[in-house]
């Protein structure tokens, strides 16, 4: 755990190939971290870094909120390989605001209304360039990725969950038809008369879908029916601001300043990690899915492990 001066952390980034952690703040401010040590750190902008992405060769892209660009950045040895420093090599024009980034095959940008751009060629503006399936309806609450080709999206509308999947076939497929999706009823139906609570979280793995909602129940959908509901299990005393899903187990992490590791099969609770702050951002390292960095609204951030 790093106790912060720089401010709120605006987003965290595993890379998918090496052994890096790339976290962004609202100021701006872009660090590099590898074995829990910061290893290069970069002010990039003057507005929150919004979104990053892991990218192949060592590569993460970045994007803020004051330029409607997205930067792609490099890890670059010395020599002697005993520093490294992160390089621009390339800046993408955009024509608004990307919230998410997310590479498959190709770079793909989320914008906070929910459509889906190509950020090499969003400003090119052609037909295809952009998917708008999802736009100004579908409140997208995660980007799962599925293999280096493909990614799940998972997201709420009138609480309903709608789970999209995309795939990129490299930069010159069309992605206006790369995008589908379907709504499952939140299993709400029969509680009609009650006060429905928000959908804050959504994750999936597969065919396996796990929900949160604002008051930190968690649900999750049944085997073998996939389109049946769990009852709501309160998890956390307070929202449900992040889940992840890895081979053994469900993680939550909360408002409430705690983060839990549930078995993935029983459901039961096995782990918790209490922070100082809300919960905002949750990470599972993908190369080593029992380590994950979490960080808290008091702009700490931490790295945990566990074994199984």
Same mark, same amino acid.
């Given at each position: 755990?790093?106790?912060?001066?720089?401010?709120?952390?605006?987003?965290?980034?595993?890379?998918?190939?090496?052994?890096?952690?790339?976290?962004?703040?609202?100021?701006?401010?872009?660090?590099?971290?590898?074995?829990?040590?910061?290893?290069?750190?970069?002010?990039?902008?003057?507005?929150?870094?919004?979104?990053?992405?892991? #990218?192949? %060769?060592?590569?993460?892209?970045?994007?803020? #909120?004051?330029?409607?660009?997205?930067?792609?950045?490099?890890?670059?040895?010395?020599?002697?390989?005993?520093?490294?420093?992160?390089?621009?090599?390339?800046?993408?024009?955009?024509?608004?605001?990307?919230?998410?980034?997310?590479?498959?095959?190709?770079?793909?940008?989320?914008?906070?209304?929910?459509?889906?751009?190509?950020? +090499?060629?969003?400003?090119?503006?052609?037909?295809?360039?952009?998917?708008?399936?999802?736009?100004?309806?579908?409140?997208?609450?995660?980007?799962?990725?599925?293999?280096?080709?493909?990614?799940?999206?998972?997201?709420?509308?009138?609480?309903?969950?709608?789970?999209?999947?995309?795939?990129?076939?490299?930069?010159?497929?069309?992605? %206006?038809?790369?995008?589908?999706?379907?709504?499952?009823?939140?299993?709400?139906?029969?509680?009609?008369?009650?006060?429905?609570?928000?959908?804050?979280?959504?994750?999936?793995?597969?065919?396996?879908?796990?929900?949160? %909602?604002?008051?930190?129940?968690?649900?999750?959908?049944?085997?073998?029916?996939?389109?049946?509901?769990?009852?709501?299990?309160? +998890?956390?005393?307070?929202?449900?601001?992040?889940?992840?899903?890895?081979?053994?187990?469900?993680?939550?992490?909360?408002?409430?300043?705690?983060?839990?590791?549930?078995?993935?099969?029983?459901?039961?609770?096995?782990?918790?990690?209490?922070?100082?702050?809300?919960?905002?951002?949750?990470?599972?390292?993908?190369?080593?899915?029992?380590?994950?960095?979490?960080? %808290?609204?008091?702009?700490?951030?931490?790295?945990?492990?566990?074994?199984?």
């Amino acid at each position: 755990t790093s106790a912060n001066l720089k401010g709120p952390i605006s987003t965290v980034c595993f890379s998918q190939t090496d052994d890096l952690l790339l976290v962004g703040y609202e100021s701006g401010l872009l660090e590099l971290w590898q074995h829990n040590s910061v290893i290069d750190h970069k002010q990039v902008s003057d507005g929150p870094i919004t979104a990053a992405c892991s #990218m192949p %060769d060592s590569q993460f892209a970045v994007t803020n #909120m004051n330029t409607v660009v997205v930067d792609v950045w490099k890890l670059v040895w010395n020599q002697q390989c005993s520093k490294a420093s992160l390089v621009k090599v390339k800046s993408y024009k955009v024509k608004t605001s990307m919230v998410r980034l997310v590479y498959c095959s190709l770079l793909v940008g989320v914008t906070f209304q929910g459509e889906l751009c190509d950020v +090499a060629n969003v400003v090119k503006d052609e037909w295809g360039n952009k998917n708008t399936s999802w736009i100004h309806s579908v409140s997208i609450l995660s980007v799962v990725r599925n293999d280096n080709k493909s990614v799940w999206l998972t997201g709420e509308k009138n609480d309903e969950v709608h789970i999209g999947f995309f795939f990129g076939m490299g930069s010159n497929a069309p992605i %206006d038809s790369s995008f589908s999706s379907i709504t499952m009823n939140s299993g709400d139906n029969e509680q009609e008369n009650k006060k429905r609570s928000l959908i804050t979280a959504i994750t999936v793995d597969q065919e396996f879908v796990v929900c949160g %909602d604002e008051e930190g129940n968690i649900w999750f959908n049944q085997h073998p029916d996939i389109s049946s509901w769990s009852e709501k299990k309160p +998890a956390h005393l307070d929202r449900i601001s992040e889940l992840r899903l890895t081979d053994r187990n469900i993680i939550s992490a909360s408002y409430d300043r705690t983060l839990k590791l549930w078995d993935r099969n029983t459901k039961k609770q096995v782990g918790m990690f209490v922070c100082g702050g809300p919960v905002l951002f949750l990470e599972v390292n993908p190369r080593k899915p029992s380590e994950l960095v979490c960080a %808290d609204g008091q702009g700490k951030l931490y790295s945990l492990c566990w074994k199984d």
